[in-house]
């Protein structure tokens, strides 16, 4: 059944940096606030959008949005054209990941290079499972007992202990938010499936994956690594799911290492 998407949305975005552009795309329920500390380290050498996305943030939730897959598609390359950009590296988190994915294997040509954060080709039985318990627990616990399951199932429990007073915003804004808008988004997501098409990618790719992901099993990374060709990985110990929160250092050093190596022409061989 083909995917359903109604027009293009402008996305608000935050526009930082010169030079060529790099596009941070979050995941479902989160907003562009998630790159916060990865922006200032990767706009010295670069401009670097990140939007929020149809219905998360800032950005509006028109009546007849679908969420697909297409529809999001559509709203980014929308900003990329809005921009006047005609190529953009492309990052993303998570469901973000997936969304970079599908930009770069539909129009390869608006794509210099992918980066997945946490993400995966396909959309397996023990993510969709997480999922069912996120809309579970808000449905009949509430708020508050569904913050507590985002920050168990999102970050590394040490993490946590020393960052408490994130843990308490969290809790706080979690009751102030509508997630129609990620839910809807994570039914379209559980059936999510690439595997046919990721071996196509010609794009030079970064997969980062966290070790102790509970969200998108760190398998995942490795399935990615063998199935692109020519793709590179890091991998990050005692890291949950939101690497750019956690590692927010480490993340801004591993995308400038493979940005700078992306850029750099290859040498032309001796004849």
């Not at 005609?86 to 390869?108: C, F, K, N, W, Y």
């Not at 318990?133 to 009949?140: D, I, L, Q």
């Not at 990615?224 to 990985?233: A, D, F, W």
Request: hydrophobic content about 40%.
């Amino acid at each position: 059944m083909p995917e359903e998407a109604s027009p293009p949305i402008d996305l608000p975005c935050r526009d930082e940096g010169t030079g060529t552009p790099v596009v941070l795309l979050h995941g479902v329920g989160g907003n562009r606030t998630v790159w916060n500390a990865v922006v200032p380290g990767l706009a010295k050498t670069h401009r670097v959008l990140a939007p929020d996305l149809r219905g998360h943030g800032r950005a509006e939730h028109p009546a007849g949005s679908h969420f697909t897959f297409l529809e999001l598609e559509g709203d980014v390359t929308h900003l990329l054209d809005r921009k006047g950009i005609d190529r953009a590296h492309l990052v993303g988190l998570s469901g973000g990941a997936m969304l970079a994915l599908r930009i770069a294997l539909d129009q390869p040509e608006r794509a210099r290079s992918l980066v997945m954060v946490s993400g995966a080709a396909y959309t397996d039985n023990h993510t969709r499972a997480v999922a069912d318990r996120w809309s579970e627990v808000y449905a009949k616990e509430g708020p508050d007992a569904f913050a507590l399951r985002l920050l168990k199932d999102m970050y590394y429990p040490d993490w946590i202990e020393d960052h408490l007073d994130f843990a308490d915003a969290l809790r706080a804004e979690v009751g102030g938010r509508d997630y129609t808008p990620a839910d809807r988004w994570a039914r379209a997501m559980r059936v999510f499936d690439e595997r046919s098409r990721v071996a196509e990618l010609r794009v030079p790719t970064l997969i980062v994956q966290a070790m102790d992901d509970a969200v998108v099993d760190a398998s995942h990374g490795r399935i990615l690594r063998q199935s692109i060709p020519g793709s590179k990985i890091r991998i990050l110990a005692q890291t949950g799911h939101l690497v750019p929160v956690e590692r927010p250092q480490e993340t801004v050093e591993a995308i400038s290492a493979f940005l700078r190596e992306s850029e750099t022409p290859s040498p032309i061989p001796d004849p």
